[in-house]
C-alpha cells in the first residue's frame, strides 16, 4: 500500500492515483512490465494500483507481483448477485478443493479479483458484476516482482507448545498509494513484526521498519505478532497506518520519513476484543466523517469512528475477559457472516459471505 510522502484520506487518494494515469492497455510500457509466466507459490493478499495494475503478495515466496490485468468494464449493470462463488470457482478451475484467500476490487471497472487456492495451485479469479468467473491466465503476462529483503526461513519452528511457519506469514496484507506500496507481515530476526515500502515501479528491495505495540487483552507491549490488515489514513494531517492485529487491538502508525526509523511504536486507539482476528478494512465517508469497516473471524462486521483520532493517547492498560475499550463502533447485524470486503464505490461495499462452512455469496451491499 505509497511515495514521498504526500498522504490523503483513502477515497481521495484512490481519485488522484487512477485519473492521472495511462490507460490500462499502456501500463505495461509505463510500469516496466514485461511478458512471462506468473508462477504463485502460494495465495496471498491483493491491491489494485493505477492503470489496472494488480499488487499480488506471495508470503511463500515472500515476493510482491505486479501484473497488467487489461482488465475492462463489462457491459450491462450487474449488481454481485453471485450465488455458490465456491462452486462457480471450483469449475472454472475444474477442482473441488477450493479457498479463497484475499478479494480485490478495481476500483477502474468495477471487476473483483480473488486470489484462489485451489488443486494445490494458487489462481487469480476474475468475477464480473453480471456473475461471469473465470480464472486469470498467468502465462506470459506482463509483470514485474520485487522480493522481500528480510523474510524469515521457509521452514516450521517450536514456539512454546505450537509450531508454525513464520513464512507463511510474511506478507499478510498490502495496498498501494501516491508511487509506494506498503507490505505488512513478519520480517526475520528479532522484533519480526515489520512493514515494507517499496517505490512502484520496482527498482529494488525497499526499506522496512518493526512495529511494537500494547496489546491491551494481553496487558503488555509486543513486537512479535503481524499485522492482519490495515489502510493507509492521514490522520491529523500525519501519514499513518490504521491496523487490526490478532485479538484485537486497532492501532495507529505513524509511517512519515520511513527510512530514519528501524522501529516505530504504534498507538492502541482501540481494544475490540479477544479471540478474534481481523478479516478486511475498508475507508469511506460519511455524512462528512470518515469510518472504518472492519469484517472479522468472529465478532462479525464492525463500523469504528474515527473521531479524534489525532487526540488519542493510546491504551496502556490491559482490558480484560473480553471487554472493549477505546474507539467507539457498532457491529453491523445485516453482514453476518463475511468472509471477505472491499469497497466497490463510495456508497457501497463488496462482500463475499460463507456461513457454517457452506457455500460463498458474493454481493454488493449498502455502506452502512
Known amino acids: 500500500m505509497r511515495q514521498s510522502l504526500t498522504f490523503f484520506p483513502l477515497a481521495l487518494l484512490a481519485v488522484a492515483t487512477i485519473t492521472t494515469q495511462a490507460p490500462a492497455t499502456k501500463a505495461a510500457e509505463l510500469y516496466g512490465l514485461t511478458p512471462g509466466t506468473v508462477e504463485l507459490k502460494s495465495g496471498g493478499p491483493l491491491a489494485f494500483g493505477p492503470s489496472s495494475v494488480l499488487f499480488i503478495g506471495d508470503p511463500k515466496a515472500a515476493k510482491i507481483y505486479a501484473i497488467n490485468t487489461e482488465d475492462k468494464k463489462t457491459d450491462g449493470s450487474g449488481t454481485f448477485d453471485v450465488a455458490n462463488l465456491n462452486g462457480q470457482i471450483a469449475s472454472a478451475l475444474d477442482s473441488s478443493d477450493v479457498k479463497v484467500n484475499d478479494m ?149 502508525i505513524p509511517i512519515n520519513n520511513l527510512a530514519s526509523h528501524d522501529k516505530i511504536q504504534g498507538t492502541t486507539v482501540a481494544e475490540l476484543g479477544n479471540r478474534n482476528r481481523p478479516l478486511d478494512m475498508i475507508v469511506y465517508k460519511q455524512h462528512g466523517k470518515d469510518f472504518i469497516l472492519m469484517a472479522n473471524s468472529a465478532r462479525g462486521v464492525m ?66
Not at 515489520?194 to 505495540?213: L, W
Not at 490488515?229 to 490478532?246: D, K, M, Q, R
Not at 470486503?341 to 454481493?363: C, E, F, S, Y
Open 104 to 252: 480485490a476490487v478495481n476500483p477502474e471497472t468495477g471487476n473483483a479479483f480473488l486470489s484462489v487456492s485451489a488443486g494445490g495451485k494458487t489462481n487469480i479469479v476474475r468475477v464480473t458484476p453480471d456473475g461471469t468467473v473465470a480464472p486469470l491466465n498467468l502465462d506470459k503476462i506482463p509483470n514485474s516482482s520485487v522480493s522481500l529483503a528480510n523474510a524469515p526461513e521457509d521452514k516450521e519452528i517450536q514456539n512454546g507448545r505450537r509450531k508454525s511457519n513464520p513464512r507463511s506469514n510474511s506478507i499478510t496484507d498490502l495496498a498501494y498509494t501516491a508511487g509506494r506500496i506498503l507490505v505488512a507481515g513478519l520480517a526475520a530476526g528479532e522484533s519480526p513484526s515489520s512493514v515494507s515500502e517499496f517505490d512502484f515501479p520496482f527498482t529494488k528491495s525497499g526499506a522496512g521498519f518493526r512495529v511494537e505495540i500494547f496489546h491491551a487483552a494481553h496487558g503488555r507491549s509486543e513486537d512479535n505478532a503481524p499485522i492482519q490488515t490495515f489502510v493507509p489514513f492521514n490522520i491529523g494531517g500525519e501519514p499513518s497506518l490504521l491496523a487490526g492485529y490478532t485479538c484485537t487491538p486497532l492501532v495507529k
Open 303 to 368: 463500523k469504528i469512528s474515527t473521531e479524534n483520532l489525532e487526540n488519542a493517547k493510546g491504551l496502556t492498560e490491559r482490558v480484560s475477559n473480553g471487554d472493549v475499550a477505546g474507539q467507539s463502533y457498532e457491529t453491523i447485524d445485516s453482514l453476518n457472516g463475511v468472509v471477505q470486503l472491499d469497497k466497490l464505490d463510495d456508497t457501497h461495499a463488496l462482500v463475499v459471505i460463507q456461513k457454517d462452512n457452506g457455500p460463498m455469496t458474493m454481493t454488493s451491499v449498502q455502506l452502512p
